[in-house]
């Protein structure tokens, strides 16, 4: 098989994720591993981001609340909590999946050294990657970009009902 990769990209709060969730009920989440991130909310308000494995573990990686030195906005990232959550189901997920879900490569996840060198292993393999990116592209996602196996499917308003079943066709035709 060779390496594809499917990364979403749009807007914050355009429905990436809620895209990702659906494509892996889709596919099955048996043959997906990695993480998926949920925004925490007060009300209408966005106060942070916690990351979901398949089998439901999750870690809060950001709030705004934290009083971590690591700062992305208004948000405070819990880098070390991230770094061991997305270490374990990563290398888990290369071993044992057929997809790797990684939602999202972004700037509070490039703070972390491991999730990097993890990235650069999963993109240098033969797994099928399902993903999201932000708009505004950091130096080393620059890189990603740029892969020939790379597919950079942009979201919106007109395009996000219509993606989800062709993405599903797509991956499919890749792993079966």
């Known amino acids: 098989m060779n390496s594809t990769f499917f990364l979403l990209s749009g807007k914050p709060r355009i429905g990436k994720s809620t895209l990702i969730?659906?494509?892996?009920?889709?596919?099955?989440?048996?043959r997906c591993g990695g993480f998926y991130t949920e925004e925490v909310t007060n009300f209408d308000?966005?106060?942070?981001?916690?990351?979901v494995?398949?089998?439901?573990?999750?870690?809060?990686?950001a709030n705004v609340e934290s009083c971590s030195a690591t700062r992305v906005g208004r948000y405070g990232v819990n880098v070390e909590e991230f770094d061991l959550f997305a270490k374990d189901i990563l290398q888990g997920a290369l071993r044992t999946k057929d997809i790797i879900v990684i939602d999202e490569i972004g700037y509070m996840q490039m703070f972390s050294h491991s999730f990097k060198k993890n990235v650069q292993d999963i993109f240098s393999g033969n797994k099928v990657v399902l993903g999201t990116i932000p708009l505004n592209r950091h130096p080393e996602m620059n890189i990603i970009n740029n892969l020939k196996e790379a597919n950079i499917i942009t979201v919106d308003e007109l395009s996000r009902d219509k993606i989800a079943e062709w993405l599903v066709r797509e991956v499919l035709n890749?792993?079966?």
Do not use: A, N, T
Request: net charge negative; charged share 35%.
């Open 21 to 30: 969730k659906q494509i892996i009920h889709e596919i099955g989440v048996d």
């Open 45 to 51: 308000d966005r106060i942070g981001f916690r990351c």
């Open 53 to 61: 494995s398949m089998d439901g573990e999750s870690v809060d990686i």
């Open 174 to 176: 890749v792993i079966d």
